[in-house]
């Protein structure tokens, strides 16, 4: 088939090489302008270089350039892996059987740009992701194909996402592409009452509150790791933690110390007390790289009854 991709990142750039290596077309490769502020470049970008394709470099994909760019691919259907541009309809409908996109959740549920991080935050225990087509709707299309993932209790944004969402995503879109262009596909339409839309998971989400439950601190934890890393202060100095044990204690008098308090150091970590139990920090980082918990307290002196920024 004839495919033309919008994308970008290390996501783009595997859609990009798994469609070539099973001998399909790639007609037109889309991706972001260069970024002047980075020295590194655009990996589908240089991965379509690579397998001899010229990339298409739009500032915006609603220009006429790009509308006839899509044009001139003749392409059977687009595929869109990792879009960090706006696409418009006109852009969408153009190739024979049209557009399909990735999106890491079950949709209608964690519509938005944060769906992984947001479904462990908030202490899911399965996730998915889901082939549709774009609409003018934020992750509002008639969906095609789902695949559902657990989510393990220990499970880190980073394992659910590089061990399971983005292997399944890269299978889904080619086998989503030979369902839509051999006609074979359904289309559904989202039940928009079981719909939630959930915004950048940024450093302001990923702040650590110590007065919360230690399991919703450690899910908060798991879901910023390894970005963006879920953070607090000891003073001015910016602590952010990534690998950790939760202590659950059966009742609130077994709680030991108060929140925020660091109530132990050991050879390998520290533990910090907040409601419900204590987070034992196993690896976290502070002015200089990532470091164990043991280290991390050497390094800033950390002494059992000083406290974190609740």
């Known amino acids: 088939m004839r495919v033309a991709l919008i994308g970008s990142a290390d996501f783009g750039k595997v859609v990009l090489e798994a469609f070539l290596d099973r001998g399909d077309e790639v007609v037109a490769v889309f ?12 990996v589908l970008k240089e991965a ?25 691919s003749k392409a059977d259907i687009c595929i869109m892996a990792y879009v960090l541009q706006f696409v418009p309809q006109e852009l969408c409908k153009i190739p024979k059987h049209g557009t399909i996109q990735y ?7 964690y519509r938005g740009p ?24 934020l992750d509002e299309g008639k969906i095609i194909l789902q ?12 394992k659910i996402y590089f061990d399971h969402l983005f292997p399944l995503g890269v299978q889904a879109l080619l086998e989503a592409a030979d369902l839509v262009v051999g006609n074979k596909h359904q289309e559904l339409v989202q039940d928009e009452s079981q719909a939630n839309y959930e915004g950048w998971f940024g450093a302001d ?25 879920a953070w607090t202060k000891l003073g001015e100095q910016k602590v952010q933690i990534y690998d950790c044990h939760k202590h659950v204690t059966a009742t609130y008098g077994a ?22 139990g204590q987070i034992e920090v196993l690896k976290a980082k502070g002015g200089a790289g990532k470091v164990t918990g043991a280290e991390l307290a050497k390094e800033l002196n950390l002494e059992v009854g000083q406290f974190l920024a609740l």
């Open 31 to 42: 991706c972001p302008p260069d970024n002047p502020k980075s020295t590194k470049p655009e």
């Open 255 to 276: 709680v030991k110390g108060k929140p925020g308090e660091i109530t132990q150091i050991t050879l390998d970590s520290f533990f910090i007390a907040c409601h419900g």
């Open 103 to 109: 999106h890491p959740s079950l949709l209608p549920k």
């Open 114 to 137: 944060s769906a992984i991080n947001w479904a462990i935050a908030l202490g899911e225990e399965k996730t998915g992701l889901t082939i549709f087509r774009p609409s003018d709707g």
């Open 48 to 72: 379509a270089i690579a397998r001899g394709l010229t990339p298409l470099q739009f500032a915006s994909l609603k220009g006429p350039e790009a509308v006839q760019a899509m044009i001139d």
């Open 147 to 158: 695949k559902e993932v657990s989510i393990g209790p220990d499970d880190t944004l980073g």
């Open 205 to 229: 989400a990923a702040q650590i509150h110590w007065a919360t439950h230690a399991t919703q601190i450690y899910n908060l934890i798991r879901a910023s790791n390894p970005a963006p890393g």
